[in-house]
């Protein structure tokens, strides 16, 4: 692990985490992770940098995590459910989460807003 930020705590302990792991070469990997009294659940988020942008345009290869917002967390049968909203210089993802016995998992739902500073 390269660096990491807690972006979430919850009264029963849970954390959610923003995770950056060292770089090999031009491959980066960030995660988001959901810490509990189990243990730690990932969605990776794995990309190829150009050395100008990354996981978002502009974004030099780096995570910020102030960018990072979440909206809401709430359980669910299967674990608990988070939607976060990512921003960038060009927009907005918001990511539905679904915690399970091993990962969090991405829900195929896509949701995204775009931007300009002009």
Aim: hydrophobic share 40%.
């Amino acid at each position: 692990m390269q660096e990491g930020w807690i972006i979430g705590k919850y009264s029963n302990g849970t954390q959610v985490l923003i995770v950056v792991f060292e770089p090999e070469g031009n491959n980066l990997l960030m995660s988001i992770g959901l810490k509990t009294a189990d243990g730690v659940k990932f969605k990776d988020y794995p990309v190829i940098s150009d050395g100008q942008s990354a996981w978002r345009v502009d974004d030099g290869g780096k995570i910020d995590p102030e960018l990072f917002s979440i909206l809401f967390a709430t359980p669910t049968n299967e674990g608990l459910s988070l939607v976060v909203s990512w921003a960038g210089a060009e927009g907005e993802n918001t990511l539905l989460l679904l915690e399970k016995a091993d990962a969090l998992n991405l829900l195929p739902l896509e949701v995204s807003r775009y931007w300009s500073a002009g």
